[in-house]
């Protein structure tokens, strides 16, 4: 009888042990796949994290080429049409309105503009231009601003027509001018139309 209550006792303590060793692995698989799911979790942090960085750098290269993009659109379209941002005023004939002596221009686009080419443009009773004549302007205007050519200056340079008469009205088209780059990358060639004109 005492035989059997030891051989029971050692019984349940194998099993006792047996279940221990069973909840320890337990524990200890628990703790290796919590482990797991934490270096997974931190691997996709850091990759959602390296995607949004990259995403975002990305965005910001497409925005800066965009306004790039649009600043040289803009700067192209002043090449193309120079006389659409050079607007003339005050302009001084001599006594037989034949001869242009002075003329103010203001430059309306964002970008510097020299060498201005244009013609004085004599018109007849009936409006249309009777007799046109080259000019040539001296001097850089920069963005906003105004001047003043003048033969007095040397700053303006042009010849005098011959009319009968002298004209009822008489206009400055601009036909060409150098245009400056100011915060335009020009590593890129521009296209640029050198018979390109537009009126003043």
Known sequence: MQSRTIAIAALLLVVGCNGNEKARQA???????????????????????????D?????HEADVRQKADALKQLRQNVVDHPGSFLESSKLQMDAGKRHLTSIALTNKSKFSMSEIRGTVDYHGED???VARVPVQLSGAIVPGAS????????TLSGAAVQLANAPPD???TVTSATVGTE??????????????????
Do not use: C
């Open 170 to 172: 008489v206009t400055f």
């Open 147 to 154: 001047m003043v050519y003048s033969e007095q200056q040397h």
């Open 183 to 200: 915060g335009v990358d020009m590593t890129e060639p521009l296209t640029v139309d050198a018979g390109a004109r537009a009126s003043g």
């Open 27 to 53: 524990a200890a698989a628990k703790s290796a796949e919590a482990k797991e799911i934490d270096e997974r979790a931190k691997v996709i942090a850091e990759a959602a994290i390296k995607k949004a960085a």
């Open 55 to 59: 995403d975002a750098e990305k965005k």
């Open 127 to 129: 409006g249309n231009v």
